[in-house]
Nanobody, 124 residues
């Protein structure tokens, strides 16, 4: 079992920055991939970024590429999403998710573990 706890959400003005953190505990050695998803009420949860933690391969959605950066610490138990140039359309609840297997980073069902989410609000 892996436990994930997000932090770092908040309210910022357009153009501002936030750094989200995801602390993993439990059977962290089983994690192969960590991703950040976001969801707006009434819409599907969408993948924002992912990192294959052992080869440090980073993947991004087109909507955030060049503005967001996903990273991890050396222990591979803390994961981050640096968000720059925030736009009002980035407002959502952001979730950290961990997968032990699979290769389709945007597929929700590949992630066995999820955090509780952290709210990001960007005002214009």
């Amino acid at each position: 079992q892996v436990f994930l706890v997000e932090s770092g959400g908040g309210s910022v003005q357009a153009g501002g920055s936030l750094r989200l953190s995801c602390a993993a505990s439990g059977a962290t050695s089983t994690i192969n991939r960590v991703a950040w998803f976001r969801q707006v009420a009434g819409k599907e949860r969408e993948g924002v970024a992912a990192i294959y933690i052992h080869i440090v391969d980073r993947l991004y959605s087109d909507s955030v590429k060049g503005r967001f950066t996903i990273s991890q610490d050396s222990a591979k138990t803390n994961f981050y999403l640096e968000m720059n140039g925030l736009k009002p359309e980035d407002s959502a609840t952001y979730f950290c998710a961990a997968a032990t297997r699979g290769h389709s980073w945007r597929t929700l069902t590949e992630y066995q573990y999820w955090g509780q989410g952290t709210q990001v609000t960007v005002s214009s």
